[in-house]
């Protein structure tokens, strides 16, 4: 996304009916588009590290593609502003030249192509309320990765999410990132609902795995809620990151029918249907 104006459109085109689920440090709202209908469904959640946002563009596209009954929410978009650091850095600030130097200071003076943490500097994907803090990468300190923030859920790109969450009982959360074609499930001591996270990694051909060392992140938080979360890790790791776009096709055939297959485990989890 190179623009707010282009997430917009690309909502607009997906077909589903648009909410907002908070807003940016930035201040722009962040997307929720939903198809289907019932209770419960299924939650994702694309673009948190900022430079990851060939998932922002995947969600969007499966999205449009999506015509099933079962409900699924879906955030494309979380971290705006930090995606619109990476793809635009000094552009984003046409007005603001200090806080761009400060954004420039705390990136080590290299360009924003790399960054994954929003525009505050912080890691949404450690700013969980979640063993907030213990994550064997962690840092105190802003900056383009890892630094969890002052407090758990202290964003709110964060904050957004976790509101969602509180709100509304989803069977299943599904978080994306690149890359490395793995899928990562439980958390802690919890690792229920193994055979549905196999479905997931069959269907798609990645490797299922657990994460060692990691905390604060989103499906750590759901898991830790007791809500059946997974984080996908798209695209091959022979690829750099930004992940190039042009591999993108390939990515949401690789990932078609995966939608209905989370709608269909969570209603198996929910007991709506029997597997
Ligand atoms: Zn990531």
């Not at 604060?216 to 992940?243: A, N």
Request: glycine letters at 12%; aromatic letters at 10%; proline letters at 4%.
């Amino acid at each position: 996304m190179k623009s707010y104006k282009e997430i917009e459109r690309l909502a607009q085109q997906s077909g589903a009916a648009l909410d907002y689920i908070g807003v940016t440090y930035l201040g722009y709202p962040i997307p929720l588009l939903t198809k289907g209908r019932g209770e419960g469904g299924v939650l994702l959640v694309g673009g948190v590290h900022a430079r990851e946002y060939i998932t922002s563009y995947l969600l969007f596209e499966l999205m449009k593609e999506y015509c099933g009954e079962g409900r699924i929410d879906c955030v494309p978009a979380l971290n705006i502003d930090g995606i619109l650091l990476s793809r635009l850095g000094k552009k984003l600030f046409p007005k603001a030249q200090a806080a761009y130097r400060g954004l420039l200071e705390m990136n080590g003076g290299r360009d924003f192509a790399q960054w994954k943490a929003n525009i505050r500097g912080v890691d949404l994907n450690t700013n969980f309320d979640a063993e907030w803090g213990t994550g064997l990468m962690n840092v105190r300190r802003p900056g383009a990765e890892n630094y969890i923030g002052p407090f758990p859920e202290s964003e709110n790109e964060t904050r957004a999410v976790v509101e969602r969450l509180r709100k509304y009982p989803y069977d299943i959360v599904v978080a994306y990132h690149s890359k490395g074609e793995e899928i990562y499930f439980g958390f802690g001591e919890e690792f229920g609902n193994k055979h549905h996270a196999e479905k997931v990694a069959d269907m798609l051909g990645y490797a299922l795995k657990t994460s060692v060392g990691s905390a604060g992140g989103l499906k750590d938080y759901c898991v830790r809620c007791g809500t059946f979360g997974l984080t996908i890790e798209v695209g091959e790791d022979r690829f750099p990151h930004p992940y190039p776009m042009k591999e993108l096709p390939r990515l949401i055939n690789k990932h078609k029918g995966s939608l209905e297959l989370f709608s269909t485990i969570g209603a198996q989890i929910a007991g709506r249907i029997y597997d």
